[in-house]
């Protein structure tokens, strides 16, 4: 809506000069030679008051100023990564740990932790064998799993629009069973020297 001499710019910006001379807090915000306003990703929600200034080509001191007011709404859906490093999962018998939709969010509001309006998926389960992430959010860690580290990406899709997606990373850890080998008495089955034998030690208790 832009006028030189009376008439429209041209919309190709051979004509003029666009330069955002105040931001309004909008970091990274940039007007291209068309016209086009570009918002950077990760920008905070909120209405901004985009001041540019508009000169012609042919003669750069004839300027005029005006504002573009944006408005940054929040993502429709938004998967937070997670960790639960701290609270280990004993491998040996596995377990379940945390929930991942306790930072998640739908339109800007918390996504509801029993799983009705949002669907999960483990994307990667980073070697992590039968991991899975039930409709709660609960991630269970099968039995028999190998100590580490694991960082699990699953993704978020909101229920009434499968297509609108997110992902995200849940690290979780397991610990190595408890091992403990307990002393045994055999002095009541003594070995024969001469001819050997076996003696069968107790199991250590896992």
Excluded: K
Aim: hydrophobic share 35%; glycine share 12%; with cysteine.
């Amino acid at each position: 809506n832009d006028t030189l001499n009376g008439s429209g710019v041209a919309t190709d910006g051979s004509e003029t000069t666009l330069t955002v001379t105040d931001n309004d807090g909008l970091t990274g915000v940039s007007i291209a030679d068309d016209g086009t306003i570009t918002v950077p990703a990760s920008t905070p929600i909120g209405t901004y008051a985009v001041e540019y200034q508009l000169c012609e080509e042919l003669n750069p001191t004839n300027c005029a100023t005006a504002t573009a007011t944006v408005v940054v709404v929040p993502p429709a859906i938004e998967a937070h990564d997670d960790s639960y490093a701290g609270t280990p999962v004993d491998g040996g018998i596995g377990g379940t740990v945390g929930s991942v939709l306790d930072n998640d969010e739908l339109a800007g509001s918390a996504v509801a932790t029993d799983g009705s309006d949002t669907t999960i998926t483990v994307t990667d389960p980073d070697g992590l064998t039968g991991v899975s992430i039930a409709d709660d959010g609960t991630i269970t860690v099968p039995a028999g799993t190998t100590a580490g580290t694991y960082d699990i990406e699953y993704e978020l899709c909101d229920e009434a629009a499968p297509t609108t997606c997110d992902t995200a990373t849940a690290t979780v850890s397991v610990s190595a069973p408890t091992i403990d080998a307990v002393d045994d008495d055999l002095s009541a089955s003594a070995v024969v020297g001469a001819t050997g034998g076996v003696a069968e030690i107790g199991r250590a208790h896992v």
